[in-house]
């Protein structure tokens, strides 16, 4: 695997503006963490009032803050969100990097149009499939 050193595609504009969504997209993972945590916390002390018992169920389905339902337990819309995290803190970290916007299998430049939709993506789109 070769990475280009040079990213035709990324101009320090568009590095500003990748760097913006990330940054934004990092903010809203954060807040909706938060939320999420503070929302079963609230839940989990619902439950205790109401029935006096101290085990709770942290694998029951739930609504998470966003008012979407959760397709499992809580605590897997929870694992979803820090992963999603995990990966937006490794783009920004890449960001500065000659490595930011090549793939990192094949190491052909990503299309900007493709960041832009998805700043934290680490492979093309002929190597995704």
Sequence with gaps: MTVRS???NLSPRRRAALRLDL???QATLITALYSLSLHHCLEALQ???ECADWRLDLAAPSVDWDGDDVSGPPLIA???R???LYAVNRALARLEGD???CCARCGE???FDVLRGDPARTVCSDCLF
Excluded: A, N, S, W
């Design 109 to 111: 430049p990503i299309e």
């Design 99 to 101: 490595d930011y916007g």
């Design 47 to 49: 439950q205790l009032r």
């Design 78 to 80: 929870v694992h979803g």
């Design 82 to 84: 820090l992963e999603r």
């Design 23 to 25: 940054e934004d997209r």
């Design 6 to 8: 040079e990213t035709q």
